[in-house]
C-alpha cells in the first residue's frame, strides 16, 4: 500500500511508470493506490493498481523479451483484438517500450481445460481471430523463432535433457513435409493457453498479444494443447471442437505436428528464460514431454496419411 504524509507521497513504484500510468489515465500521483503484484504470467512483470477508484493492470516487459519480442507487432493485434471484441481489457501500450495499462477484471475464475464450455468459446474466439481477414506486417514463424532463440542459447542449457538433439532432429524432419501443405498465414495469438483468457461469469477475454501475428492457424491450437493436460484422445477433441467436424489425415497430422512445434518452441524459449535467470517452473517439462510425444505422433502420422 502506498504511504501518505501531510508533506510527501510516496509510491511502491518508480517514477517512470507511475508518469506512464497518470498520463495515460488522466490522474495525479495520489489517485494512484493498491498496488499488487500479478503472478499468473510467463513473460512480463505486471501488477494490479486503483486509479480514481477503478482497478488496472500494468504490465512491464521481462528480461530478455526485448530480443524475441515486437511491441509494435503486439500494439498493432491488441488493437484488432479490442476491435473483434475479443480483448475487452485493453487501454494502452507504448510500442517502442512494450509497457501497457489495461482494466482488471474482477471476479474471475481461472480457465478450465476440462470445462467443455469454456473450450467451445476459446474454439470460437480462435475462429473468429483466425477468419478475420486482417493482416498484419508482422509474423510469427514458429521455425525461424525457434532457430532465433536456440542461437541466443548455450550449450550449458542444450545439454541438461538428454534427448535435446535428437527432438531437434524430429522436429526439422517435420518441417519440411508441413510447410509444404500449410495454406496461406492468418492473423494468429501465438500465446493461445489458459493463463491468456480471463473468465468471468460467460464472457472471456483473450490477453497478452505480444507474440500475435501472422502464422498457420494450427499454431495456436498447438500452443493450446501442448500448454495443457490433454491426454492425445482429449487432444483429437480440441482439433473436432475448434473443425467443427472430424479432422480428415492430412488435417490431423499438420496439427499434430504443430503440437509438437509449438512444445518445442516454448521448451527452448524456457530453456532460453533460465538461461536469463528468469526460469518458468513446471512448464518447461511439460513441453519438453510434449515436444518428445507429439513429434513421435506426428512422424507415425506420415505413415498412415
Known sequence: MPQTTTSTFVHPIDSETLGNICSTLGCAPQDVTEFSPIDEGLTNDSFRFVAKGKPYVYRRPGAGTEKIISREGEAFAQGIAAELGLDRTFIYEDPQRGWKISHFVEGCVPF????????????????????CGVTSKWSF?????????????????????????????????LEGRVRA??????????????????VKGTDISLIDWEYAGMSDYASDLGTFI???????????GVLRQYLQREPTGEELFHCISYVAFAAWYWFVWALYKDQCGDPVGDWQDLWHRCASEYGRRAAQLVHEI
Not at 158 to 171: K, P, W
Not at 181 to 198: E, I, K, M, Q, R
Not at 226 to 236: H, K, Q
Open 112 to 131: 478450465d481445460y476440462h470445462n467443455p464450455a469454456h473450450v467451445a468459446y476459446a474454439m470460437e474466439m480462435a475462429r473468429k481471430l483466425h477468419s
Open 141 to 173: 514463424d514458429v521455425f525461424e523463432n525457434t532457430r532465433g532463440i536456440l542461437e541466443l542459447l548455450n550449450d550449458e542449457e542444450r545439454a541438461r535433457y538428454d534427448d535435446f538433439e535428437r527432438i531437434r532432429a524430429r522436429i526439422d524432419r
Open 181 to 198: 501443405t500449410s495454406g496461406a498465414p492468418v492473423l494468429c495469438h501465438n500465446d493461445f493457453y489458459d493463463p491468456n483468457f480471463l
Open 226 to 236: 501442448c500448454c495443457s493436460d490433454y491426454s492425445y484422445e482429449g487432444s483429437l
